[in-house]
Structure formats: C-alpha cells, structure tokens
C-alpha cells in the first residue's frame, strides 16, 4: 500500500510546490507524514494499520520529490542530473543487503 500511494503523494505535493513554492508545502508534508507514522504505531486492528500505510505511502512521494529537488539547489550544477540517480540508487541498495 505505502509503494502504491507513492506516486500520489508526489503528484498531489508536486501540485502544491509548483503553487506554493517549496517551504509551506514540505512543512505540511513533514507534519503530516509525522503524525501518520505515529498514528501506525497505535493501529487497533489490521484495517487501520493498512489506511495509515496508504497514506503514510502519500507522504512519502511527497517527501522524496521535494526534498531532492531542495537538495539539489545546493549542488554544483554538473552533478544535478546525475547525483539524484545515484540517491535513488542507493535507496535500492540498502534494502537489498542481508539482514544479520
């Protein structure tokens, strides 16, 4: 559920950057995304625990766009269109390696 949502939340924060700019918007993000996180936390039951994902998953897309493209402001422009690939690329990374 969380992956699914991901593009949403992208998409419905994206919208909302374009308008707003980047500082209103990622700090309704951050607060949202806080308060579903910890809302997961005291699920009752399966039902609620699954809801709480989806949109946990809206403020995750949301999270990812406007935070690399703010980090990005403060790289040389010759990495711009590389290093976000290789962000991503390690996020990949890391939930590949064995658990011990």
């Given amino acids: ?3 699914v949502m991901r593009p949403v939340g992208a998409l ?3 919208l909302l950057t374009d308008r707003y700019g980047r500082r209103i918007p990622l700090m309704v993000n951050v607060v ?5 996180e910890l809302a997961c ?3 009752p039951n399966l039902t609620f625990f ?3 994902r989806a949109l946990y998953g809206i403020g995750m897309g949301g999270e990812w766009g406007i935070g690399a493209s703010l980090a990005m402001e403060s790289v040389p422009p010759r990495w711009r269109g590389i290093l ?3 962000c991503r690329a ?3 990374w890391g939930t590949c390696l064995p658990r011990w």
């Fill in 1 to 3: 559920m969380t992956l």
């Fill in 12 to 14: 419905i924060f994206g």
């Fill in 32 to 36: 949202f995304f806080s308060m579903v």
């Fill in 41 to 43: 936390g005291f699920s």
């Fill in 50 to 52: 699954l809801v709480m």
């Fill in 84 to 86: 976000p690939g290789y």
């Fill in 90 to 92: 390690a996020t990949q």
